[in-house]
Every structure is written in structure tokens, then in C-alpha cells.
């Protein structure tokens, strides 16, 4: 069982950066990529980006320039910074744990419970 709690969520103008951060507690933590999703109002949920325990990244084309990934074994934390943050941007990110990857994205078996980032144009 993993747990997942995000924070760093908030209102920006289009532009800005913003960093979120993910605390995971739970057992063999090494065994589990680390990602981020997001879910715009009416949209599916998208893959952001993903890191491995070694450190390894995948991104979504969406992203992919303007986001940054990365995690802190020690602290047992994965951090998604945002640049250049853009109206379509704006949804609740959720930080997520997976064993397995497929169809080039991250498949979570945990979610955290969810932030909120709002991008005024």
C-alpha cells in the first residue's frame, strides 16, 4: 500500500511557474515509478510525467520543455516543477504511484487525493 499526499496547488497568471510536491509513505517505495496526472473539467486524465526510482523520466508531449520532474529517495518525494505555465495547464494534478508502464505512459495503482492549479489568461 502506498499513500500519496500532494501539495502546492494554487491560482497563477499565464507565464508563471508553480512546484508541486508529492510526500509517499508506504513499503518498498523502490519498487514504484512516481508520476503526475492531470484532469481538466470534461477532459480524460492525462499523463504529465513520470521518474523511477533510478531517476529515469518520461514526459507528455503537452509538456514536455516547460515541466520538470524529480524525486528524493531520502525524503520519499516527487516534485513536478511547472514553467511557463499556460491557460490549458489549469486542472487538479494528481500525484500517482505505478509498478508498469504501457502504452508509454505511467499506470498508476495509487492516487493521491488531488490539487487544484487555476492559470488566469
Known amino acids: 500500500q502506498v499513500q500519496l499526499v500532494e501539495s502546492g496547488g494554487g491560482l497563477v497568471q499565464a507565464g508563471d511557474s508553480l512546484r508541486l510536491s508529492c510526500t509517499a509513505s508506504?513499503?518498498?517505495?523502490?519498487?514504484?515509478?512516481l508520476g503526475w496526472f492531470r484532469q481538466a473539467p470534461g477532459r480524460e486524465r492525462e499523463f504529465v510525467a513520470s521518474i523511477s526510482w533510478g531517476g529515469s523520466t518520461l514526459y507528455g508531449n503537452s509538456v514536455k520543455g516547460r515541466f520538470t520532474i524529480s524525486r528524493d529517495n531520502r525524503k520519499n518525494t516527487v516534485d513536478l516543477q511547472m514553467n511557463s505555465l499556460r491557460p490549458e495547464d489549469m486542472a487538479i494534478y494528481y500525484c500517482?504511484?505505478?509498478?508498469?508502464?504501457?502504452?508509454?505512459?505511467?499506470?498508476?495503482?495509487?492516487w493521491g487525493q488531488g490539487t487544484q492549479i487555476t492559470v488566469s489568461s
Open positions: 508506504g513499503r518498498t517505495l523502490s519498487r514504484y515509478f
Open positions: 500517482a504511484a505505478g509498478s508498469r508502464y504501457a502504452s508509454g505512459r505511467l499506470e498508476a495503482d495509487y
